[in-house]
C-alpha cells in the first residue's frame, strides 16, 4: 500500500514528465541581417559580415545557435587604423570558435573572453576598439544567453511587447565600454576593459519570440515604439526567411534615414540633451541588425 508520502512522489513525477514531454523540443533561431555603413554603400557588405565599421556573425552549433554584433570605434582613423578591422577579426574569430564547439552555451562571456585573447596573441598587428554583443540559444534548455559590452544590444519582444533587454554601458556620453588592443606607447592611455565587464543575463524563451540584436546605430536613431511597430509586420507564428529579411531590411532603412534627418529628435539627441548639450537630429553611424525568430529545430 502507498504511503501518502510516496503517492505524491509518483503524482508530482507524472506531472513533471507531461510537462517535460511537451516541452520537449529543440528550438533554434532563424536570423536575417541587414545594414548600412555610414558612408551610404547602402546594404554592402565587406569581406566578412560587416556594414561599415560594424561587424556581425551568425553561427549554427549542435548544441546552440549564437549571434554577435560588434561596432568598431571610428576614433581610431585619425590615427591612420581601420576600425572596421578589429570588430571585424573580433566576429570572426567568435564565429570560428562557435563553429568548432569551443564554447559553453550557457557562457557568452567565454566566447567573448576567447575570442579577445586570441586577438591580443595575434601575431598580425591589430590595433583598435569595439563594442561586442553575444546572443546565445541553448537548444535543449530554452535559455537564451547574453553578454553585451558597451552600446550595442538587444531586445526580446512578446506578444508585441518589449520582455527583456539589456543595459547600456558607458563610461560617460558617448563613450562605452570597449575591448581594445593598443600600441605600446598608448596601452594605459587608450581606453580599454575586460570582457568581464560585459552584462550577462539568462532567461527562458518561448516558441514565436522575436529577438532583436543591433549595433548603436539603431538604437541611437529609433526608439523602442518605433521598432515595435516594423515588428507588427512580423507575425511570431511565421519565421519565414523571407519574411524576417523583409522586417530586418525595413527596420535597418528607417534608422538609416533618421539617421540624417536634422529636424527629428532621436534617442541619442535626447541623450545629449540630458547631458547638458544642445543636439537636435538624427546620429549618422554605421548601423546592423540581425532580427530572429525562436522556432522548432530543424536539422
Known amino acids: 500500500?502507498?504511503?501518502?508520502?510516496?503517492?505524491?512522489?509518483?503524482?508530482?513525477?507524472?506531472?513533471?514528465?507531461?510537462?517535460?514531454?511537451?516541452?520537449?523540443?529543440?528550438?533554434?533561431?532563424?536570423?536575417a541581417s541587414c545594414g548600412f555603413g555610414k558612408d551610404f554603400r547602402k546594404g554592402i557588405l565587406k569581406k566578412g559580415m560587416c556594414y561599415g565599421d560594424d561587424a556581425c556573425f551568425v553561427a549554427r552549433?549542435?548544441?546552440?545557435?549564437?549571434?554577435?554584433?560588434?561596432?568598431?570605434?571610428?576614433?581610431?582613423?585619425?590615427?591612420?587604423?581601420?576600425?572596421?578591422?578589429?570588430?571585424?577579426?573580433?566576429?570572426?574569430?567568435?564565429?570560428?570558435?562557435?563553429?568548432?564547439?569551443?564554447?559553453?552555451?550557457?557562457?557568452?562571456?567565454?566566447i567573448l573572453t576567447a575570442g579577445y585573447c586570441e586577438l591580443l596573441q595575434n601575431k598580425v598587428p591589430l590595433l583598435g576598439s569595439s563594442t561586442a554583443c553575444i546572443v546565445v540559444l541553448d537548444r535543449t534548455s530554452h535559455r537564451l544567453h547574453t553578454a553585451n559590452l558597451g552600446d550595442s544590444g538587444f531586445l526580446v519582444v512578446r506578444g508585441g511587447e518589449v520582455v527583456h533587454r539589456s543595459d547600456e554601458q558607458q563610461h560617460y556620453f558617448n563613450t562605452p565600454f570597449q575591448l581594445s588592443i593598443a600600441p605600446p606607447e598608448a596601452e594605459g592611455v587608450v581606453l580599454s576593459d575586460s570582457p568581464d565587464a560585459a552584462d550577462s543575463t539568462s532567461f527562458d524563451v518561448q516558441l514565436g519570440?522575436?529577438?532583436?540584436?543591433?549595433?548603436?546605430?539603431?538604437?541611437?536613431?529609433?526608439?523602442d515604439y518605433m521598432i515595435l511597430q516594423e515588428l507588427k509586420k512580423l507575425k511570431a507564428?511565421?519565421?519565414?526567411?523571407?519574411?524576417?529579411?523583409?522586417?530586418?531590411?525595413?527596420?535597418?532603412?528607417?534608422?538609416?534615414?533618421?539617421?540624417?534627418?536634422?529636424?527629428?529628435?532621436?534617442?541619442?539627441?535626447?541623450?545629449?540633451?540630458?547631458?547638458?548639450?544642445?543636439?537636435?537630429?538624427?546620429?549618422?553611424?554605421?548601423?546592423?541588425?540581425?532580427?530572429?525568430?525562436?522556432?522548432?529545430?530543424?536539422?
Not at 519570440?209 to 526608439?223: E, K, V
Not at 524576417?244 to 527629428?264: C, F, K, N, V
Request: glycine share 10%.
Open 1 to 31: 500500500m502507498f504511503s501518502v508520502l510516496s503517492y505524491g512522489r509518483l503524482v508530482a513525477r507524472a506531472v513533471l514528465g507531461g510537462l517535460s514531454q511537451t516541452d520537449s523540443r529543440d528550438y533554434s533561431l532563424v536570423t
Open 61 to 110: 552549433h549542435r548544441s546552440a545557435d549564437v549571434l554577435g554584433v560588434a561596432d568598431g570605434v571610428g576614433g581610431w582613423r585619425d590615427y591612420g587604423v581601420d576600425p572596421s578591422q578589429f570588430s571585424g577579426t573580433l566576429m570572426r574569430t567568435c564565429e570560428r570558435l562557435v563553429k568548432e564547439g569551443r564554447f559553453v552555451p550557457s557562457n557568452p562571456v567565454g
Open 209 to 223: 519570440d522575436i529577438i532583436l540584436t543591433a549595433t548603436d546605430g539603431l538604437f541611437d536613431n529609433m526608439p
Open 237 to 299: 507564428s511565421n519565421s519565414n526567411y523571407e519574411s524576417i529579411q523583409q522586417t530586418a531590411r525595413s527596420i535597418a532603412e528607417q534608422a538609416h534615414e533618421l539617421a540624417y534627418d536634422p529636424t527629428y529628435m532621436s534617442p541619442f539627441a535626447q541623450f545629449a540633451c540630458d547631458n547638458g548639450l544642445n543636439v537636435r537630429g538624427g546620429k549618422p553611424d554605421d548601423i546592423t541588425v540581425l532580427l530572429s525568430i525562436v522556432a522548432e529545430y530543424t536539422d
